[in-house]
């Protein structure tokens, strides 16, 4: 079945390391996203990828960095820069024509230790 | 930018009975409108979604209804059962746009 996966579902990081939070989908979806989920907040657009080595800033990323090597990953690292990355992750993508939803992974709840 | 307020941000309900959540948006050029429904520690799942040529859809229980001229649309899940209870965000794709901006969501409790 396709399907968008993330992984780890749970990711623990100390004070000063990066860390990166995987994103793969097989739906063949040109476009993919990483959203940030805090409580009350709803969520929050990290970045985001319409094609293959080309990526935007959303409204939060400062601290974080991704890349786009190919079609089906769009990882995301958290930096030491971010001050306050605990938070629930979520990838998403959407074929790139047309107005369509997009598919959710699981998400990867991260906790600064 | 495109913003987009949601509200109620919390509604308790009697199994059976209706819910209403309602979304307004600012930018006339925004052109779908999608409900997505998240269960506790899972990704968010796309429920309904409406486009700006159609004022109304309805599958089953749930339907999503768009006034383009106020600029809202709203959920309406009737027949409320247990399992409807979640965390439900609206959003809103601008013409031309690639990314979906979200509500603030809302936290629908189903009681027995």
């Known amino acids: 079945d396709g399907g968008i996966t993330q992984s780890p579902k749970y990711l623990f990081r100390k004070e000063g390391q990066n860390v990166t939070l995987s994103c793969e989908q097989n739906?063949?979806?040109?476009?993919m996203y990483w959203y940030r989920q805090d409580p009350g907040q709803g969520l929050r657009l990290i970045y985001y990828?319409?094609?293959?080595?080309?990526?935007q800033k959303g409204d939060i990323a400062e601290g974080y960095s991704v890349s786009r090597e190919k079609k089906e990953s769009f990882p995301l690292t958290v930096t030491s820069a971010q001050k306050n990355p605990t938070a629930f992750y979520l990838c998403?993508?959407?074929?790139?024509?047309?107005?369509?939803?997009?598919?959710f992974g699981s998400g990867t709840r991260l906790t600064v230790v | 930018g495109e913003n987009v307020e949601q509200h109620p941000s919390t509604l308790s309900v009697q199994e059976g009975d209706s819910a209403v959540i309602k979304c307004t948006y600012s930018?006339?050029?925004?052109?779908?409108f999608p409900w997505y429904k998240q269960e506790l520690g899972k990704g968010p799942q796309l429920i309904i979604d409406?486009?700006?040529?159609?004022g109304e859809k309805k599958d089953q229980r749930i339907a999503v209804t768009l006034n383009k001229t106020a600029k809202h649309f709203s959920l309406h899940i009737t027949e409320t059962q247990p399992e409807d209870s979640a965390v439900y965000f609206c959003?809103?794709?601008?013409?031309?746009?690639?990314?979906?901006?979200f509500g603030q969501g809302t936290r629908l409790t189903i009681n027995p």
């Open positions: 409406i486009r700006s040529n159609v």
């Open positions: 990828s319409q094609i293959v080595n080309d990526f």
């Open positions: 959003a809103v794709q601008i013409q031309g746009a690639q990314k979906l901006v």
């Open positions: 998403a993508s959407s074929p790139r024509t047309a107005p369509y939803g997009y598919t």
């Open positions: 739906l063949n979806h040109d476009a």
């Open positions: 930018d006339s050029a925004s052109n779908y």
